[in-house]
């Protein structure tokens, strides 16, 4: 090997290892969502809608202050692939909220967090990644994990309109995962640029239909809001969607789980909310299978 290619091999590790960091990164700032929306006294598609675009107009500033071009338009397939994602996207966080509202967190994020294995049993089909023992058995560990932490609720969940929202969040998780993996000639920034736009323009039509343009009041709304839109959703969506392109999808799928693990702890040490032993028990299943399924993935 020579000089050359050397480096190219430390800059492609080096590259690999920024991707996973702003990947968890990503995922944490998720974690912190329901906390900073719980002092947000909207409705949950008013909170949607707000993220998304304070989020998008974000984005679109960055974009324009560094001076970077757009590049979608040259492969207009790839760009209708962003558009399926970005629509995924706002319906996915609507169904979701609508789910927080009517059958609460815990159940509607396990049904939710369901999407992740759609994903990975898709992955050989559709991005033809083998399945590695190793990730086999870490994501299986994962979803003992989500049983412990969630399983009460569970049991003690009805069939109901909330547990469709969250089936159809989990749903269309999956397809925005899929779909921007497709789009691997629109990456970096302006990915989750179009990605928030189409979301927000979803949202808007959405609203629009179900209560006209009127306005909502913001008042002591205003600090959770941009925080929400602009550290959460605008920095999180673009942690998130410029490292899944690099990854690969089961990757994706097992460490997408420490977004709910982050957003238990979080709840737990700035809410305040107490963890049985059982969800302390799957708690560390979450984590140990995670780390289990990626780290001796290639052993």
Not at 63 to 68: A, E, I, N, P
Not at 123 to 130: G, V
Request: hydrophobic residues 55%; proline residues 2%; contains cysteine.
């Amino acid at each position: 090997m020579n000089l050359t290619q050397k480096v190219d091999q430390k800059n492609m590790l080096a590259s690999k290892k920024l991707a996973y960091f702003k990947y968890i990164l990503s995922l944490l700032l998720f974690g912190l969502n329901g906390i900073v929306a719980s002092h947000i006294t909207l409705s949950s598609y008013e909170i949607v809608f707000t993220r998304s675009l304070i989020g998008s107009l974000c984005l679109i500033l960055i974009f324009l202050f560094t001076k970077q071009k757009l590049q979608g338009w040259k492969n207009r397939g790839h760009l209708l692939f962003i558009v399926i994602s970005g629509v995924a996207m706002g319906t996915s966080w609507m169904f979701l909220f609508e789910a927080y509202v009517q059958i609460g967190v815990s159940l509607a994020t396990l049904i939710y967090y369901s999407g992740p294995i759609l994903v990975m049993i898709l992955s050989p089909l559709l991005f033809r990644e083998k399945f590695a023992k190793t990730t086999l058995i870490g994501f299986f560990v994962v979803i003992i994990g989500m049983l412990c932490v969630n399983g009460e609720a569970l049991l003690l969940g009805n069939a109901s309109w909330g547990m469709a929202f969250g089936v159809l969040s989990a749903v269309m998780y999956a397809f925005m995962v899929i779909y921007n993996k497709k789009a691997v000639s629109i990456p970096g920034l302006e990915n989750p640029m179009w990605q928030l736009m189409i979301s927000f323009i979803t949202v808007a039509l959405f609203l629009a239909f179900k209560q006209g343009f009127s306005m909502f009041k913001i008042d002591g709304n205003l600090i959770p809001i941009l925080i929400l839109g602009i550290v959460n959703t605008g920095l999180g969506c673009y942690f998130y969607f410029s490292s899944i392109g690099v990854m690969p999808v089961q990757t994706v799928a097992i460490l997408g789980y420490l977004e709910p693990l982050s957003a238990l702890l979080f709840s737990a040490g700035l809410l305040g909310e107490t963890m049985s032993w059982v969800q302390i028990v799957g708690a560390v299943l979450i984590l140990g299978g995670a780390l289990f399924g990626e780290l001796l993935r290639g052993e």
